[in-house]
């Protein structure tokens, strides 16, 4: 039996009279890469939200490698093993693709003064380890990137800034990452490259969680175990993409009747 390392009961959440998650339960397995679908407007993002602690939920419970995490702020949210991408690019252009990569590792990182200043020794070690662990991030994706690791983030293509924030996401080893439209700003082969890059990814993520949100369907015929269809913050249907896309309701409401 699967050992689940997400479970969201009756998650609900309201902006005033919108129910924008409405009474939802969803669970995600160790190890699976869950697919999440549907049209805009219908939830995904804010059940992202919700999860990560940028929304506090109105009613129902979220555990994680069970505990309970429900309402918890972003930073504790993180710091418990989830860690997140977002559809626009929050990138700081101006900096290097280690400093981006380093923003995401800082749980792991002490800052505080007395160490960084009468302890340079450690404070060393620590930058020596993160340099190890970009760098490691990064040949996994794109290996011509360790090269230009001090690089201005500015300069690349939309697929390497994508690969970065995935990168600056998995520093901090986290056991679930949610990623939030990757293919968005991207041609069909670059999504392709990048979703073969980040499934290649496990050896260097220790069995690495991912819920997906992700409008190119064949996205998520490629590389979901499993996928959820929301409609207006409800679970729609709930199956293999095989199963999704041969459920008329699904076809009629998201895919179109022609879904081959």
Not at 190 to 216: A, K
Request: glycine fraction near 8%; aromatic fraction near 6%; charged fraction near 25%.
């Amino acid at each position: 039996m699967s050992e689940r390392i997400l479970d969201c009961t009756a998650l609900t959440k309201r902006f005033g009279g919108l129910a924008a998650l409405n009474a939802l339960d969803i669970h995600v397995d160790r190890g699976e890469v869950l697919g999440l679908v549907g049209p805009n407007g219908s939830g995904k993002t804010t059940f992202f939200n919700v999860i990560t602690g940028i929304y506090r939920p109105t009613s129902g419970v979220v555990t994680f490698q069970g505990r309970d995490i429900s309402g918890l702020p972003p930073q504790r949210v993180y710091h418990s093993g989830i860690a997140r991408t977002f559809q626009r690019s929050r990138l700081c252009l101006e900096l290097s693709i280690f400093d981006n990569i380093m923003i995401g590792n800082h749980k792991r990182l002490d800052l505080g003064l007395w160490n960084n200043i009468f302890r340079r020794s450690r404070f060393e070690a620590q930058y020596e380890e993160g340099m190890e662990r970009a760098a490691r991030l990064l040949s996994a994706l794109n290996p011509d990137l360790v090269a230009r690791m001090f690089r201005p983030v500015g300069d690349l293509p939309m697929i390497d800034r994508r690969r970065i924030e995935i990168c600056r996401a998995l520093v901090g080893r986290p056991s679930l990452l949610l990623l939030d439209e990757p293919s968005a700003g991207m041609t069909h082969d670059e999504t392709r490259q990048l979703m073969d890059e980040i499934l290649n990814m496990g050896s260097y993520s220790d069995g690495l969680t991912i819920v997906l949100i992700e409008h190119e369907m064949n996205v998520i015929r490629r590389v979901t175990d499993r996928c959820v269809v929301l409609n207006f913050g409800q679970k729609l249907f709930e199956g293999v993409y095989d199963d999704v896309v041969a459920n008329p309701v699904v076809q009629e409401a998201y895919l179109g009747k022609d879904v081959e």
